[in-house]
């Protein structure tokens, strides 16, 4: 398999070395360039075309904000993991909201960076157990049902289309080419994150966000 292409950016030179010298621990991981400012990182995203971006929120000409929302509009397929050392609820909020695929505090221990890797790769989302709980709770209360559905994988997503269409576990097991156990697993994701606890809610939440049409 090739490598995972990562690209750190940071304002500060001491927090890119030392993010540096944890991902390039992981195998399979490589870390292809650094940026010290919004716009030269995204000047590194045209160049460089990293699978993955390692993104602090806070840096000049260009906050993070901003190059996560050039990032995920011009390049969808580059998977971006903010890392911040503000672990308030509404930051983690706004990064999913504007397409982050996860949202880790700088506080957060060393082996967690690589969960979160593996798991933004993997096509899911990442969000720190330090804040998780709190941030999905309060994301719920203020979130659309169609901004719900903007935090689901792509794989979740599929998972939750192959649901409304009627189809059976193991159905969507053979589709999808994974284990029935690992389908168990993606709809209790789902409806965890959702906050729906039965499959026929799931269904309705599926045409009112439009994800299957109802003739």
Same mark, same amino acid.
């Given at each position: 398999m090739k490598p995972i292409r990562v690209l750190i950016a940071d304002d500060h030179a001491l927090v890119r070395a030392g993010i540096?010298?944890?991902? $390039?621990?992981i195998e399979g991981v490589v870390v292809v360039g650094e940026a010290g400012r919004g716009n030269e990182a995204m000047d590194l995203v045209k160049e460089l075309k990293p699978?993955?971006? =390692?993104?602090? %929120?806070?840096?000049?000409?260009?906050?993070? @904000?901003?190059? =996560?929302?050039?990032? !995920?509009? !011009? @390049?969808? $397929? %580059?998977?971006?993991?903010?890392?911040?050392?503000?672990e308030a609820g509404e930051y983690a909020i706004r990064a999913l909201r504007e397409g982050a695929a996860g949202f880790l505090p700088k506080s957060a221990a060393s082996t967690e960076l690589e969960q979160a890797i593996e798991t933004v790769i993997r096509g899911e989302v990442y969000i720190s157990p330090e804040t998780s709980r709190k941030t999905l709770l309060e994301y719920g209360k203020g979130a659309t049902k169609r901004d719900l559905l903007a935090t689901l994988s792509p794989r979740q997503r599929e998972v939750l289309r192959l649901i409304a269409e009627g189809r059976t576990t193991k159905q969507i097991a053979q589709v999808l080419e994974i284990s029935v156990k690992t389908v168990e697993t993606h709809r209790a994701q789902l409806m965890e994150r959702l906050g729906i606890h039965d499959v026929a809610g799931l269904v309705r939440?599926? %045409?009112i966000v439009g994800l299957i049409e109802v003739e």
């Open positions: 540096r010298a944890l991902v $390039e621990k699978n993955l971006m =390692l993104l602090d %929120i806070t840096m000049p000409d260009g906050g993070g @904000f901003a190059v =996560l929302d050039q990032v !995920t509009k !011009t @390049f969808p $397929e %580059i998977r971006v993991i903010v890392l911040t050392v503000h939440y599926a %045409i």
